[in-house]
């Protein structure tokens, strides 16, 4: 029932911004831990960036902290992920995940619920 749909992926060179969205249908985004996966050719899946249910507080990566943020916009149930100075090394598939309260994804300690499709970013000049 829990649906996600991502957008927003592209080719971008390195050290420009794109913004990701992701669309929740049948059900309520704000109620939700919201997150952002990445899987790049031959790397690990990796959590990038995550905000919980209430918004109040917002997690990221190492690899990004300081060039992503992780926000949402309640009104439009969509999540969305703005990334600045794109590297060549942050070229992947990036998912939108969510889990209902109770499940702490923003710790890594459980897997999302639910998953989006993905959406590519191409870094390259």
């Known amino acids: 029932e829990v649906q996600l749909a991502e957008s927003g992926g592209g080719l971008v060179q390195p050290g420009g911004s794109l913004r990701l969205s992701c669309v929740g249908s049948s059900f309520t985004v704000s109620e939700y831990y919201m997150s952002w996966f990445r899987q790049g050719p031959g790397k690990a899946r990796e959590e990038v960036a995550c905000i919980i249910w209430h918004g109040g507080y917002s997690y990221y990566s190492d690899s990004v902290k300081g060039r992503f943020t992780i926000s949402r916009d309640n009104a439009e149930n969509t999540l969305y992920l703005q990334m600045n100075r794109l590297k060549p090394e942050d070229m992947a598939m990036y998912y939108c995940?969510?889990?209902?309260?109770?499940?702490?994804?923003?710790?890594?300690?459980?897997?999302?619920?639910?998953w989006g499709q993905g959406t590519q970013v191409t870094v390259s000049s």
């Open positions: 995940a969510a889990s209902p309260r109770g499940y702490d994804i923003c710790s890594g300690r459980f897997e999302p619920s639910a």
